[in-house]
Every structure is written in structure tokens, then in C-alpha cells.
């Protein structure tokens, strides 16, 4: 068995959420399929009030979970089920919106650096109505692990090294990784083959089967039957370890149709969501 391949590298897409957060939009709707079970990897922030400030204020999700992992800067999050959090430098915010949800995003800082990511982890069709479900991890709650060699890994969900992540998740088995390689180091990380994955480099740049991926830029991972892991090189030049985000999980295989923040497998259900959100039936 051997390591897998870039099948192809991505430029994320600059936009704006929420009442005007900059941000990219890296993993964009046109990947969901490929990327099933994940629908969208936002990398929100920057060194600006400007950038952040106004937040994201109340609105609405159905049917997935949402992941929102803070490098830098603190956030608070309230939502319609009374759940309240501080999200700080290195903790994870765990929501599984499930039949819906309204809550708010909101910065607790007007100077300094902002940094974070939130990725949409789709539902299986089944448990897309269910109770909504919500966690947050502060950053010494997360497993971490460094290797023999000197990589330190956050392992916000899966399996790496035997140590269970945060999370688990039985239908989308889910891995999320951190990992910061320090300069001329590797990391590999078992990978079942059918399972989409891909690499998201936020600090400095990685190779992957000889093959570079440049700074805040995405790799999708091929699926090959004869490959079961992945080997993240960091460059002996680098002046810093190299940080990046190492996402995989098993695809759905089932139809996906959003609208906005309802994800669902069929338009009927859409129309449904937006009935109950304007009738109050959400929250
Ligand atoms: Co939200």
C-alpha cells in the first residue's frame, strides 16, 4: 500500500458572511459531492476590526453540523437551545444543528488578530431532523499529541496515533487534524481509501507525494484503492512549523440540496425548513 496523491490544488474564494466577516470560502458547493460528507471549510479573520466586528448575528441551521475551530480571537456563541460559550485562542465549537437551530457568532475583541475556520459536516439523511446537540472544547480539553519526530497534532476528531479525538461521528466517521510540522519533519496519517480527504494549508507550505501545497491553499487528496495513508512533508527551509488542517471522512452518497443554511436531500424539505424558520418552529 502506498501514500496518496494531490488530485487537485484550490485557491479559496474571498466573500464575506454574516452581518460582513471577511473571509475564504475554501471549500466551495461545487466540491460537496467530491468532498462528501463535508459541505463548506470557511477561513474567516484577519488583523483588522474591520474584518471581524460585526460578527455573525442570529440566523438559522438545519440538518448538519457545524464545526468552528478558533486559532486566534475570542468569539461567543449563544444559541435558541440556552447553550452559551466564550470560543478562544485553540478551543472548538462542536454544533450539530440537527432539526434547526438559531444562534449568534459574535466577536469579544475590537483590536488584534482574528484567525479561525468553520466547516459544515453534512447529516446523514436519517438523523437530519434530530435534537439539536452542541459542545465546546477549550483548547486544553482537545487531545494533543506530538510525534517522535517532533510534530504536534490537535486531534479535534478520529483517530491518530490510537488517541480518539473529541469527537466521533458513526455515519461520517469524521478525522480533523491540526498538525504543525517543524521544518524538515513528516507526519503520516492512516486513511481508509474511499474516504474523501483533503489538506488545507493555513501557515507556510507542505508537500504531499512530491507535489507542493503552497500557503492557504487546499489539496484534495486522491482516492485510490492502493493507498491507505497520507505523508505531509514539512520543507527544511521552513522558519516556522508548518500548520495545516488534514480533513477526511466517509462520503453519504446521498442527494444533497442547500439553501443557504437548510441542508437537506430533497427541495420539499427545503421548503419546509424555510416554513418553520418563518414560523418560529426552529428555535
Ligand atoms: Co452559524
Redesign the pocket.
Known sequence: MSERRIEQIITGIPTSDGAGVKLTRVLTQHLQHRLDPFLMLDAFGGDQADDYIAG?PD?P?RGFE?VTYMIAGRMRHRDSAGNEGLLENGGVQWMTAGRGVI?S?LPEQEEGVMEGFQLWLNLPARDKMCEPWYRDFKAQDLPHITTPEGVAVTVIAGQCGGVPGAVTRDATQPLYLDVHLPAGTSFEQALPAHHNAFVYVYWGALQVAGQDVPSQRMAILANDPACDRVVLHAPASATEPVRALLIAGQPLKEPIVQYG?FVMNRPEEIHQAIADFRAGRLA
Open positions: 455573525f440566523h441551521h457545524t444562534h457568532e443554511p
